[in-house]
């Protein structure tokens, strides 16, 4: 059975590893990216700006520079985190330059597991990209910069989403329903090499640990998020009530447009002195 790579352990065991980040990279991306020393939990030191960013997966070659994130909940600050991540990665070439020039072409790759709502809109894209280079009045891009932010979303996998790309998703997306090794039919060598890092029986006893550890984390961080939103909307019903008592509104009707209970109201009447 294969392990979902959902989880941040496995992810990071499977695209850390130089033969399937070289594959990736150039199915998703199209360029030829040779890794030199492939690094986990990348952190600049001294840090760049008043943000310590960690990366997930960091790589270079001699003339390109990728980091692969994964996106496990979907927090609606996070299009802002990966963001900074990019720029970062971006000056901090840039920071360590005899000039201006940026040697090196930066590539920030971000795979969500999971749907992702952006405040009240769904996003139900399989691949967006943020390039850099500009365009005229024409609309005709001027390709000065080659640097590329993309987020992959398994979940919107479709038939017009890229073949190269499209493999790569399905195999996520497969991972994450645990399905067999042998349920993974490719011709592509490098996701076979990673079904065969993610399988459950290559897992030693210290990532199985360590598995287990992030789950436990994963679920205490979405337990957390689930109660900020339900403080959040009740906080919103608690205005509504109030404004409806002082308007002269019936419990009834407060009832009607918020999901607050008879003690409450009669809370915010006591602390607004207004009954009916």
Not at 179 to 196: G, L
Not at 231 to 257: P, V
Request: glycine share 2%; hydrophobic share 35%.
């Amino acid at each position: 059975m294969l392990i979902p790579l959902s989880n941040e352990v496995i992810f990071k065991k499977a695209f850390s590893d130089p033969f399937v980040l070289q594959g990736f990279v150039k199915d998703i991306v199209g360029i030829d990216f040779i890794p030199g020393r492939v690094e986990t939990e990348k952190r600049f030191r001294p840090s760049v700006g008043p943000i310590d960013v960690r990366f997930d997966i960091f790589a270079e070659s001699q003339d390109k520079r990728v980091v692969v994130e994964i996106q496990k909940v979907d927090y609606d600050y996070n299009f802002d985190r990966f963001l900074n991540y990019f720029c970062t990665a971006i000056i901090e070439l840039q920071k360590n330059s005899k000039s201006y020039k940026i040697e090196k072409t930066v590539y920030c790759i971000v795979v969500i597991t999971s749907n992702y709502v952006l405040q009240t809109e769904m996003i139900k894209d399989d691949y967006l990209v943020v390039d850099l280079n500009p365009r005229n009045s024409e609309n005709i891009q001027r390709k000065i910069y080659g640097h590329k932010l993309i987020f992959l979303n398994p979940s919107y996998r479709n038939s017009h989403t890229n073949a190269s790309i499209s493999e790569w998703l399905k195999f996520i997306t497969a991972s994450m329903k645990e399905c067999e090794p042998s349920d993974i039919k490719t011709k592509n060598s490098f996701i076979q090499r990673a079904v065969s890092l993610i399988d459950e029986n290559c897992v030693s006893p210290e990532e199985r640990s360590l598995m287990f550890e992030e789950s436990g984390r994963k679920i205490v961080q979405e337990a957390a998020y689930e109660k900020k939103i339900k403080e959040g909307k009740n906080e919103r019903e608690i205005e509504i009530a109030t404004e409806m008592i002082k308007n002269g509104e019936s419990d009834e009707k407060i009832k009607k447009y918020t999901a607050l209970e008879d003690e409450k109201i009669f809370e915010l009447r006591q602390q607004l002195n207004i009954f009916q």
